[in-house]
T-cell receptor, first 116, second 111 residues
Framework: ETGVTQTPRHLVMGMTNKKSLKCEQH?????MYWYKQSAKKPLELMFV???????ENNSVPSRFSPECPNSSHLFLHLHTLQPEDSALYLC???????????????FGEGSRLTVL | GQQVMQIPQYQHVQEGEDFTTYCNSS?????IQWYKQRPGGHPVFLIQ?????EVKKQKRLTFQFGEAKKNSSLHITATQTTDVGTYFC???????????FGKGTTLSVSS
């Protein structure tokens, strides 16, 4: 139990489907992140939310749409994905001070996405 | 942009041998963190280094932060099969910026 819960753990979808990944953290942290991990690339930062406000969007295609309704929940909405989007999507949270980021990341177990 | 490079990409050792992974940044870092990801698992935080030349130990693991704060290393003494996994370094150029991860070093250990 990491304190960061991701659902679903596995997802298979077609290129025309719309699905969402969910992340919930029970650690009282104020920053949440989406990372993409594929066989070819290292952990790629996708989005950062600090105090529910998106503070970074790392040139992610618009077919990925994040939503952060409160500091404990983070969603990644998926639509018209491509097969190359198949990867492990990791959510993480951290306790960041308002003036900067110093805390370590607590990762969830990830959602393994396969796009057919 | 900031890049964090890690070598080697893969390392296989016999149980009991030592192992070292190296991390180099294109820019000076405010701090560096190390994570371990077991096969099929998720990254787990190991340690953070902040000061120039800092050395920290966790049992058989020794972490170093270079004097110029641009490189770091993780050394494991007398590896065990439980050390198997991928070790990532991650650095921040300055407070307020996101962590940039290296590609990781995947360690395999045979008994």
């Amino acid at each position: 139990e990491t304190g960061v819960t991701q659902t679903p753990r596995h997802l298979v979808m077609g290129m025309t489907n719309k699905k969402s990944l969910k992340c919930e953290q029970h650690l009282g942290h104020n920053a949440m992140y989406w990372y993409k991990q594929s066989a070819k690339k290292p952990l790629e930062l996708m989005f950062v939310y600090n105090f529910k406000e998106q503070t970074e969007n790392n040139s992610v295609p618009s077919r990925f749409s994040p939503e952060c309704p409160n500091s404990s929940h983070l969603f990644l909405h998926l639509h018209t994905l491509q097969p190359e989007d198949s990867a492990l999507y990791l959510c993480a949270s951290s306790q960041d001070a308002a003036q900067g980021r110093t805390g370590e990341l607590f990762f969830g177990e990830g959602s393994r996405l396969t796009v057919l | 942009g900031q890049q964090v490079m890690q070598i080697p990409q893969y390392q296989h050792v016999q149980e009991g041998e030592d192992f070292t992974t190296y991390c180099n940044s294109s820019t000076t870092l405010s701090n560096i963190q190390w994570y371990k990801q077991r096969p099929g698992g998720h990254p787990v935080f190991l340690i953070q280094l902040v000061k120039s030349g800092e050395v920290k130990k966790q049992k058989r693991l020794t972490f170093q932060f270079g004097e110029a704060k641009k490189n770091s290393s993780l050394h494991i003494t007398a590896t065990q099969t439980t050390d198997v996994g991928t070790y990532f370094c991650a650095g921040r150029a300055q407070a307020g910026t996101a962590l940039i991860f290296g590609k990781g070093t995947t360690l395999s250990v045979s008994s």
